[in-house]
């Protein structure tokens, strides 16, 4: 039996309880973590906030802070198989995405680690004499970083690098589902040279994660979750008053006009819903399709998802796994059932598979006789493709745009001026056109509506972990001569 630690101001612990993490391919426990009580969340924030006030961490250079990222960079690179493997092991995550995700996590701390040392403030061309005024931009403070448990690395990293960048130190608390990379990924960290206090990383359920972001000391919270969970968040933070950003849910549509290049937009189709088993906030889950070639793309999806290898996690030759828990293959159980109940149609799949693991096989669902139903509205957080067909443009644009949500949008279209259209009509926060899933620590990433605020990648990432300093200097050496006089 593993057993995974927190890491609290440089030191390796127990919490004071732990708990069982289970293996998704086989149903059984396989590692011990630690469970943060309250106890262990001040004393992580405490340890966050001392670091943020200590010479060591304060006082350090931004091209100095740069250069610790950069070694994490190389670390994280050079240790990507070992916690690709614990990622999948503790998430059903399979291993051909966990290899490839996290070698490019290690891509977003080298691009933060150029960013630390240029972030710069501006001077204002003041309207009173004898005055200079200037900006300052400043870390905002102790960052209180939240995650789900899928692409858990990813999600962290995307938090964890530009608020370190900034000069931030963060509380991070991992999923209490497959929270393995994370508590592995600490030592990691701790080898890098970092004053002690400067990353924390915790693990438990709900109670920590409302313990952190409430807790008085924290200045801003990065979370990524449920839009339910963010609403507690955003409640929370009523109480330390601490920014957020958040990073949540989707719906994404994915719009397939009748001159787009059907083979193309049908393995987009398959990768943006069916990689990670659906379980990826970005999914393309609601394939909106030209009347008139529906049956035709169809028919090319559904022999493109009955051919998917459905396997180990750990197997390289596995396309799709478990789903990361017993809840989650319980959900789109229940959403099918939900929505064939009301004339939806099964086009493939359906019907979780017989074992332990927690198997659920690529899905399709025709929605032509139900447009209410549950499946085209709830993320299921697995792999479930819902379909309905659009007669033109414009219900095109009104069925893409019928959701509370607002994270990502795929058109496949040859139409260049079509193209154009629908990127300026859509209402969410990326749109992909003849492609899908393609993100970049370069490229910022979040959503509109239900799908949250703030940006994660990108320079826009950066800012938010800063706060702005206004400074007033006066030049003149004469006594300030009248003190009732506003200048
Ligand atoms: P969740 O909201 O249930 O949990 C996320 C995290 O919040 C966990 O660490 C959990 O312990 C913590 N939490 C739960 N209750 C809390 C509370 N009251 N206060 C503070 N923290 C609390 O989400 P989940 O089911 O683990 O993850 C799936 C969700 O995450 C989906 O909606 C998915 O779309 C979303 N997601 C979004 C993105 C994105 O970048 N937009 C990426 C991945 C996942």
């Not at 350090?60 to 614990?86: C, F, H, Y």
């Not at 960048?165 to 990691?188: N, Q, R």
């Not at 989650?328 to 939806?344: C, F, M, N, P, Y």
Request: with cysteine.
């Amino acid at each position: 039996m593993q057993i995974f630690q927190h890491y609290i101001g440089g030191q390796f612990s127990d919490g004071a309880t732990q708990f069982e993490s289970l293996d998704p391919a086989t149903g059984q426990v396989w590692a011990l973590m630690a469970n943060a009580c309250e106890d262990d969340v001040n004393a992580a924030v405490q340890a966050a906030q001392g670091a943020f006030l200590s010479p060591e961490w304060a006082g350090m250079t931004a091209t100095a802070r740069g250069k610790l990222l950069s070694t994490l960079a190389d670390l994280v690179a050079e240790n990507a198989q070992r916690l690709a493997e614990i990622e999948t092991r503790d998430t059903g995550k399979i291993i051909r995405e966990t290899s490839a995700q996290i070698a490019y996590v290690a891509e977003y701390f080298r691009y933060f680690a150029g960013l630390a040392d240029k972030i710069e403030g501006a001077h204002l061309p003041i309207d009173k004499p004898d005055m200079e005024v200037w900006l300052r931009r400043e870390p905002v403070g102790v960052v209180a970083a939240v995650v789900p448990w899928n692409s858990q690395l990813f999600l962290s990293a995307v938090k964890i690098a530009p608020a370190l960048a900034a000069g931030c130190t963060v509380v991070l608390k991992a999923s209490e589902d497959g929270p393995a990379p994370m508590l592995e990924f600490a030592k990691i960290f701790d080898q890098v040279g970092f004053p002690k206090g400067v990353l924390n990383i915790i693990t438990g359920g709900p109670d920590a994660g409302a313990a952190l972001t409430r807790h008085p000391k924290v200045d801003h919270v990065a979370f990524t979750g449920g839009a339910e969970t963010a609403r507690h968040i955003v409640r929370n933070s009523a109480e330390n008053l601490a920014t957020t950003s958040l990073e949540l849910g989707g719906k994404s549509p994915f719009i397939v006009f009748d001159d787009a290049d059907i083979e193309s937009a049908a393995n987009a189709q398959v990768s943006g819903i069916f990689a990670a088993t659906g379980q990826s906030c970005v999914a393309g889950s609601r394939l909106l399709v030209h009347a008139s070639i529906k049956d035709e793309f169809l028919a090319c999806l559904k022999a493109k998802a009955e051919a998917i290898v459905i396997g180990a996690p750990d197997d390289m030759a596995t396309e799709v796994g478990p789903l990361c828990t017993m809840r989650q293959r319980e959900t789109a159980k229940d959403l099918i059932a939900r929505s064939l109940d009301v004339g939806a149609k099964l086009v493939t799949g359906g019907v979780a598979l017989e074992g332990d693991g927690f198997y659920f096989p690529p899905t399709i669902i025709d929605c032509a006789n139900a447009p209410d139903a549950p499946c085209l509205s709830n993320e299921f957080f697995g792999p479930v493709l819902s379909v309905l067909s659009f007669e033109d443009e414009a219900e095109a644009i009104e069925m893409a745009n019928d959701t509370e949500f607002g994270l990502a949008a795929g058109v496949f279209t040859q139409n260049l001026t079509r193209a154009h259209r629908m990127i300026n009509a859509i209402r969410s926060g990326i749109v992909w056109v003849n492609t899908y899933r393609a993100v970049s620590p370069i490229a910022p990433f979040g959503g509109y509506g239900l799908s949250g605020h703030g940006r994660e990648g990108g320079l826009q990432a950066l800012l938010d972990y800063t706060t702005i300093k206004t400074v007033w200097l006066r030049t003149s050496d004469d006594p300030i001569p009248d003190p009732f006089i506003m200048r």
